[in-house]
C-alpha cells in the first residue's frame, strides 16, 4: 500500500504553479474584453461539498474507510484463514472416526492366484458364469495418533504464530489506509485554503482595477494602467479557476482513499494546525522497533518459520497411532460382525531424499524470514529519522512563512498607498499584490507539508496518523 500517492506530489506542484500563474499569464498582450466584475467573479459554480452535503472530520473519514476500504476487508478474510489454519493443525491431537456402507453386485467366478497349487486349482475348476451376488457392507473405523515426535505441536505453533502476524498485518493496514485518508484529508483542506487566497486576490485586483479606471477617467492616469488592471484580473481568474480544480481532484483523491464512489466525496471540516515540537529522536527510534506492526508480524513469520524447520525434522522421525473398527459384511442379511484394534508404527526410510531436502528448505525459509525481519528494523529506523526530520524542517518553515507574509503584506500596504497617491506605478502595485499572493500560499503549501510530515512520523513509529 502506497503511503505518500503521486496526487500529493502533484497538489504540491500545483500549489507552485498557481503561484506562478500570474506571471506566466502576464507576459501576454493585455485583454481587450471589459473587466469582470466582483458579481460575475462571486458567481461562478462554488465546489460542491458531496456526501449528502454532510461535512465530516477526520475521524469520520476514517471509519468510513475501515469498514470501506477493499485493503482491510482483504486483511481481515487473511486473520479468518490463518485462524481456521490453526483448527486445522489442532484437529490432529483428536481421533477419526470414518463411517461407510456399500452394496455390490458382481460375479462370483473364482480363478487361480499365485500361491495356489496347481492341484487344488483344478478341484475349484475353471468354469464361469455371468450370474451374479449381492454383497453388503457397512464399517466403522477409528484412529488416534498416539505420538507423532512433535509434528502436531509444530504444526499448530507456526499456524498459531501466522495468525498474529495477519493480525499485525491487519493493523498495518489499518495505519496506512489512516495514513492515506489524512493525507487526503488535508490535501483538500490546503486546496480550499489555496482557493481562498485567489478569491481574495481577485478581490484586490478588481479593487485596483475600478481604481486605475477611476484615476484613467480623471485623467491622471494613462490607459496602460488600466489594460495592466485588466491583465491582472484574467490572471487572478485563471488563479482562481486552477485552485477550484485542485479542490475537486482533492476530494475525488479522499474519496477513493475512503473506498467511497468519487460522487459521495465529503468536505473535509477545517482544523487549526497548532504545530508542535515532537519528542525526541531516540525514544521515537525505540517506539518504532516495538511499536511497529509490520515489525511485529515479522516476527512473527520468523517464529513459524522456525516452527516449520521443527516440523520438517519430526517428519523425519517414525509415526505411532492406535487404530480399531468394527465392521458388518455379508452376501445376504443379516450381515456378519467383525471388529479388531491394534497399534502400527511406521517408518518411512527411503524417499529419494525428499524430505531431508523439506529440512533443508524449511531451514532456508527461517534463514530469510530473520534476514526480511532485520531488514526491515533498519529501514524502520531510516523512515523515522527522516519523517523526523522532515518535521522539525516543515515546522520551521511554517513560522518562516508566515513571516514573509506579513511583510509582503506591508509591502502591499506601501505600494497601495503609493499608487493612490500618484507616486507609483501599476507595475509596482501588480508585483506588490502577486507577491502577498505568492506568500499566501507559501504559508499554506508550509503547513501542508507539516501535515504530511506529522503523518508520516506518527506511521513510522506505529501510530494512527490523528
Not at 497538489?11 to 499569464?25: C, H, P, S, Y
Not at 472416526?97 to 499365485?114: E, F, K, R, W
Not at 464399517?139 to 501466522?162: K, M, N, P, V, W
Request: proline fraction near 5%.
Amino acid at each position: 500500500m502506497k503511503i505518500i500517492g503521486p496526487f500529493h506530489e502533484r497538489l504540491l506542484a500545483a500549489l507552485l504553479m498557481i503561484v506562478t500563474a500570474g506571471e506566466l499569464a502576464a507576459r501576454q498582450l493585455p485583454s481587450a474584453s471589459p473587466a469582470a466584475s466582483p458579481a460575475s467573479t462571486s458567481a461562478a459554480a462554488p465546489v460542491s461539498n458531496g456526501f449528502s452535503g454532510q461535512a465530516l472530520t477526520l475521524l469520520q473519514c476514517e471509519r468510513v474507510a475501515a469498514t470501506r476500504q477493499p485493503d482491510l476487508v482483504s486483511a481481515r478474510a487473511l486473520v479468518k484463514v490463518a485462524f481456521e489454519t490453526i483448527k486445522q493443525s489442532k484437529s490432529h491431537f483428536k481421533p477419526q472416526v470414518d463411517l461407510g456402507a456399500s452394496h455390490t453386485q458382481a460375479t462370483y467366478n473364482l480363478n487361480a492366484t499365485p500361491g495356489l497349487s496347481p492341484k487344488l486349482a483344478k478341484v475349484i475348476g475353471s468354469s464361469e458364469s455371468n450370474q451374479t451376488s449381492p454383497y453388503y457392507f457397512g464399517g466403522l473405523s477409528f484412529s488416534q495418533e498416539i505420538y507423532d515426535f512433535g509434528r502436531t505441536h509444530a504444526r499448530i505453533s507456526a499456524a498459531e504464530a501466522q495468525w498474529q502476524a495477519a493480525l499485525r498485518h491487519l493493523a498495518r493496514e489499518q495505519q496506512l489506509v489512516d495514513l492515506n485518508v489524512y493525507n487526503s484529508y488535508y490535501a483538500v483542506l490546503a486546496a480550499q485554503q489555496v482557493v481562498a487566497v485567489e478569491r481574495a486576490a481577485l478581490v484586490d485586483q478588481q479593487r485596483h482595477l475600478d481604481q486605475a479606471q477611476a484615476f484613467h477617467n480623471a485623467g491622471t492616469r494613462p490607459r496602460i494602467d488600466v489594460t495592466q488592471e485588466q491583465v491582472a484580473v484574467t490572471n487572478a481568474r485563471f488563479a482562481l479557476a486552477q485552485a477550484r480544480e485542485q479542490v475537486a481532484v482533492a476530494r475525488a483523491e479522499l474519496a477513493t482513499a475512503m473506498g467511497i464512489p468519487i460522487a459521495q466525496a465529503p468536505a473535509p471540516l477545517a482544523t487549526a494546525i497548532t504545530p508542535t515540537a515532537n519528542p525526541p529522536l531516540t525514544s521515537l527510534l525505540a517506539l518504532a522497533r516495538q511499536a511497529r506492526p509490520d515489525v511485529q508480524q515479522l516476527r512473527f513469520e520468523s517464529a513459524a518459520a522456525e516452527a516449520n524447520v521443527m516440523y520438517a525434522k519430526a517428519n523425519l522421525k517414525p509415526n505411532f497411532e492406535l487404530t480399531a473398527y468394527y465392521s458388518l459384511r455379508n452376501m445376504s442379511f443379516p450381515l456378519i460382525y467383525n471388529w479388531g484394534f491394534g497399534e502400527a508404527l511406521g517408518q518411512m526410510l527411503f524417499q529419494g531424499g525428499y524430505r531431508h531436502s523439506q529440512l533443508r528448505q524449511a531451514q532456508a525459509e527461517a534463514e530469510f524470514a530473520q534476514a526480511n525481519l532485520s531488514s526491515l528494523r533498519n529501514a524502520t529506523q531510516q523512515e523515522v529519522f527522516s519523517a523526523y526530520s522532515d518535521a522539525d524542517v516543515a515546522r520551521q518553515n511554517i513560522a518562516v512563512a508566515k513571516e514573509a507574509e506579513s511583510e509582503a503584506r506591508e509591502n502591499l500596504n506601501l505600494a497601495s498607498g503609493r499608487y493612490h497617491n500618484g507616486v507609483g506605478n501599476v507595475i509596482e502595485l501588480n508585483d506588490a499584490e502577486l507577491l502577498m499572493t505568492r506568500t499566501a500560499i507559501q504559508v499554506v503549501q508550509a503547513q501542508y507539508q507539516y501535515q504530511l510530515a506529522q503523518g508520516r512520523l506518527q506511521a513510522a513509529v506505529g501510530k494512527l496518523p490523528r
